[in-house]
């Protein structure tokens, strides 16, 4: 089993960032190389049903990225989680002054992290919406 080192967090981190820059530059050419391709992929866009398989999801990409209200996207508060070679990267996406709450699910591959689900809802606003402090039991 790979070990998770702090190496393995910033590559995921940084896989989560080329998804996000490929989304902010409408760029579908880079979009396709996130997506994994041996691997059985989905996207959950908000307000879309389910996408499943490559093809059908790189499509929706496309028709986004492409599309007239092609949105302007920025990712914040990324936090990165292996599991095996499994990575989740959980983060908030703010379009304009709403935000959605996304869940990024990465696969270790020869080629680093590659990504097999993407899905992404609404959610408050993060400032507005700082952790529960943990209170001690005594």
Not at 51 to 67: C, F, K, M, P, Y
Request: glycine share 8%; net charge negative; proline share 9%.
């Amino acid at each position: 089993m790979p070990s998770t080192s702090a190496r393995d967090q910033a590559a995921l981190l940084f896989a989560n960032e080329t998804f996000y820059r490929a989304f902010a530059d409408r760029d579908t050419a880079l979009m396709g190389a996130v997506w994994a391709e041996s691997e059985p992929v989905t996207c959950l866009h908000p307000g879309w049903p389910p996408v499943e398989g490559r093809d059908a999801v790189l499509q929706s990409w496309h028709a986004i990225l492409t599309g007239p209200a092609s949105p302007d996207i920025q990712c914040l508060h990324a936090k990165a989680g292996i599991h095996k070679d499994m990575g989740i990267v959980i983060c908030y996406e703010r379009i304009g002054q709403d935000f959605l709450l996304a869940t990024n699910v990465f696969i270790r591959s020869g080629n680093g992290w590659l990504l097999v689900h993407h899905q992404s809802g609404p959610a408050p606003d993060p400032a507005e919406h700082a952790p529960v402090p943990r209170r001690s039991i005594n």
